[in-house]
Nanobody
Framework: QVHVVESGGGLVQAGGSLTLSCAAS????????MGWFRQAPGKEREFVAA????????YYADSVKGRFIIARDNEKLLMYLQMNGLKPEDTAVYYCATRDTGTYYPNPTSADEYDYWGQGTQVTVSA
């Protein structure tokens, strides 16, 4: 059984920073690519960022490129999303997900390509 758990959400003012963490167990963590998605109220779930098994490959949505950084620590079995320059439109529930391949290709932005998901962590950015 694979378990994926996000943490680190909270309330932050616009322009501030927040770092999310994701822990995945029940699978050989270091072998698989992972990603972050988010869903705002009344909106579809959208892709945020993806990272390859080694951490050397990363891929970002245009809306967060230059502000967010995805990283992983395979020794600690953790993945991170460092969010800087937060905007009110970044407010959403953020989800961590795993793939069954070491790369985030094909279709890194498609939620259908990710097989295990966490319950999400709320991020709220006040104006």
């Amino acid at each position: 059984q694979v378990h994926v758990v996000e943490s680190g959400g909270g309330l932050v003012q616009a322009g501030g920073s927040l770092t999310l963490s994701c822990a995945a167990s029940g699978r050989n963590f270091v072998s698989y690519a992972m990603g972050w998605f988010r869903q705002a109220p009344g909106k579809e779930r959208e892709f945020v960022a993806a990272i390859s098994w080694s951490g050397q490959g990363t891929y970002y949505a245009d809306s967060v490129k230059g502000r967010f950084i995805i990283a992983r620590d395979n020794e600690k079995l953790l993945m991170y999303l460092q969010m800087n320059g937060l905007k009110p439109e970044d407010t959403a529930v953020y989800y961590c997900a795993t793939r069954d391949t070491g790369t985030y290709y094909p279709n890194p932005t498609s939620a259908d390509e990710y097989d295990y998901w966490g319950q999400g962590t709320q991020v709220t950015v006040s104006a």
